[in-house]
Each structure stands twice: as C-alpha cells, then as structure tokens.
C-alpha cells in the first residue's frame, strides 16, 4: 500500500515526508532570515545519481549542519541556484536521504528521536561514551552492524558523514570512513561548512546569535582509486577536502583564532 511504503530501516516514508516539511518549516529563517546561508555548488547535487553517493563535511553543531544540508540539498534539486528562497522546495522531498549519527546524541530524549526518524543511521561510538573520550584500552569494538546499516542506506541513496566524528576543529579523520569508501566504492561529495558554531548552541538545536553570514560549499566529487589507495591516503584526501588538515591551522583567520581561544577557555572551565 502506498500509503505506509516504508524505506529499508522501516521508516513509514509519508510520515518521513512530513517530518521533513515540518522541520523544514520550523527552521528555514534559521538560514535565510535571522542569518543567511551562502552558498556555492549547488550544480554539482544536480548531476549526481540518486543513489550511493557519500557525503562528507566539517561538522560544527550537533544537528544544525545537517538540516542545512536537507534544505540545500532539496533546493538545488527544484532547480534552485546557490539558493534556498521560497520554502516550496520541501514539498516532494527526496527521501532517500540519510546521515550518520551517534547513538547516544540521536537517543538523547524525544526530540532527537523524532528527528533520527527523518534519516538517521545511529552507529556505536568506539572509542567515546558518555561524553567522554574513552583510553584505548577502554575503547569498544566496532559493531559490524554499523557498517551494514551505512551499506543499506548507500545502495537505497545519499548518505551524509562527518569523518572527523566531533564538533571540535581539526580533530583526525576516523579511519572508518575510509574503510566504508573502500568497501563500498560510493562517489565522495565532500562540503565545507562556516558560520554555524557562531549562529548555534553546540546541539544546534537554539538560535545562540543573529545576524550571521553562514557558508556551505560543495565542491567536486574527490578522485579516489579504489583499489590502490590506501586508508591513510584516503584520509588524507579527505582532510584535505574538508580543510581539516593540520596544514590549514597555518591559514586561521584572526576570527577564527579568537574563536578557537574562546572555546579553548571554555573548555578548561568545565562549560564547554
């Protein structure tokens, strides 16, 4: 029955495709209004095929990156350029569109569960638990499920991933994502994000300042050679992509540094 169609995780799409629109709603002027979302690259989301693509990015909020990412990805689709005005976009959503996320943030309280419906893939951090990096000998391992889930979801559509696994600038690339790109062979769309730490509290959730000129840019596809290139090369490719490698510290802007400061400051008074 077409009414309760679900996705392969069992997701009812109609409920699926209204919890997109009123998420949707509810946050446009997040990025065009009380600030404004510039951005680049929206010709590239249009060429690509409707399903295992990869998308990794820089990640500054818990939730707010990636409702960017709905509303952009869905504009450029409609044939918007560079642009998310009018909200009609949301309408036929795509809704093979999914994003990876941690099981303790996505199991948070009702809310995030409400939100882990519209497309997550929860995985088991190894080596972090109760918001607390874990020592080695303490860290979990991988539960192969995981990566099951990634691979259903790549073969049924897009797939959203922050490689870096935290919040925190310019924190390693975790190997994982490289393994999946080596597995399962997905086009690698990587994005660059700005603007968002300064517009959000960290869950993304609270509007923590107007006014704020917020970027995303989507760049080309990264050439990887599957079966040659190594983990490590492939991680690299992507810090690179990213603009998280620890060559791009060199290029700080004196926002940037002061903003790193301030987070810094927090953080050894236990705020952060």
Known sequence: MGLFRRNPFGHILFIKRWLILIFGMFTHRRYRGFNEL???????????????????????TYFADVVAMFHVFNASLKGREDNIKNVGYLWNPKLNMYYIGAKETLQANLLTRIMAYVGAISIERTWR??????????????????????????EDGWVITFPQGTTKSFKPVRRGTAYIIKQYKPIV?????????????????????????????????????????????????????????????KVLSVEEIKEQEELDKLRRWNID
């Open 38 to 60: 510039q951005i680049d690259g929206s010709e590239i989301i249009r060429a690509l095929p409707d399903k295992n693509v990869l998308f990794i990015s820089n990640h500054q």
């Open 129 to 154: 638990s109760d918001g607390k990096d874990l020592e080695k000998h303490e860290q979990k391992k991988v539960n192969l499920n995981d990566f099951k889930n990634i691979q259903i979801a790549l």
């Open 189 to 249: 769309v990587p994005i660059v994000i700005d603007g968002f730490r300064r517009s959000f509290d960290k869950k993304g959730l609270r509007l923590k300042k107007k006014g704020i000129l917020q970027s995303f840019i989507i760049k080309e596809p990264l050439k990887i050679d599957y079966e040659n290139d190594s983990v490590e090369d492939i991680v690299e490719k992507i810090e690179f992509a990213i603009e998280q490698h620890p060559s791009f510290l």
